[in-house]
């Protein structure tokens, strides 16, 4: 198990362009988690899938934003036609979730470092 | 909603030195879990430490402990015999139970110098 994999690690884009940036969780993790993080600052909750069904979504995630988790295993995030704004750190996570509801933390990918120019 | 507030911006000690994090927090929950997550220089992040809200006992993990409030709605973290290998950014978080949502802090910058 090699952890939690995030590519590409850096992508630098052109305001209006499409972009979409992959998560390989651990592989017996039902749950995964966007986040995205701007400099200095704490992550922001995006979305998350328990398998394949995506669970809740933030505010935050407008129009421009979707991510998938087709079979349960790996997601992609998409952004279409980026903005400035957009630039960040944009990190994966998963999780093991007990029926119990408890929550053990999650493992964290390196991220994918977003520049809109 | 919940919110988690962190006011060290940035910190430094000297190592071997021992030093403690501050983090509040509002929930209107009352079962809920804490964290504490390390993310080193151009690093992923890395969970340090959980507490359970309902658990009086304060977590401890080798060199990293808890102070956990709850009336206070505080949640402190103490790193004992501070060492290089703890200069990251730390981040504190909030988790009710059964919602596996995490709401982190702004986050303290921590820089062991030799």
Redesign the interface.
């Known amino acids: 198990d090699t952890?939690?994999s995030q590519n590409p690690r850096h992508k630098i884009t052109k305001r209006g362009q499409n972009v979409t940036f992959r998560c390989d969780p651990i592989s017996e993790h039902n749950?995964l988690?966007w986040y995205r993080q701007t400099l200095?600052?704490?992550?922001?909750?995006l979305t998350?899938f328990q398998n394949e069904a995506q669970l809740?979504k933030s505010r935050l995630l407008s129009d421009r934003f979707s991510a998938e988790r087709p079979k349960g295993s790996f997601s992609t995030l998409e952004i279409q036609r980026t903005e400035q704004g957009d630039s960040a750190m944009y990190?994966c996570?998963s999780?093991l979730?007990p029926r119990t509801?408890?929550?053990?933390?999650?493992?964290?990918?390196?991220?994918t470092r977003l520049t809109v120019v | 909603a919940q919110t988690?507030t962190q006011s060290q911006p940035e910190m430094s000690v000297q190592e071997a030195e021992t030093v403690t994090l501050s983090c509040t927090y509002d929930t209107s929950e009352n079962n809920y879990?804490l964290?504490w997550?390390k993310q080193p220089p151009s690093?992923?992040?890395?969970?340090v430490i959980?507490q359970?809200a309902y658990k009086q006992q304060n977590a401890t993990e080798n060199r990293f402990s808890v102070n956990f409030q709850k009336a206070a709605k505080s949640f402190s973290l103490k790193i004992s015999d501070s060492q290089l290998g703890d200069t990251a950014m730390y981040?504190c978080?909030l988790?009710h139970?059964?919602a596996?949502?995490?709401?982190?802090?702004?986050?303290t910058r921590l820089t062991i110098n030799p």
């Open positions: 952890g939690v749950r988690y200095g600052q704490g992550p922001e909750f998350y809740e990190l996570a999780s979730s509801g408890d929550n053990y933390g999650y493992t964290f990918g390196s991220g | 988690v879990y964290f997550y690093r992923q992040m890395i969970l959980r359970e981040f978080a988790s139970k059964g596996q949502k995490l709401v982190f802090g702004q986050g």
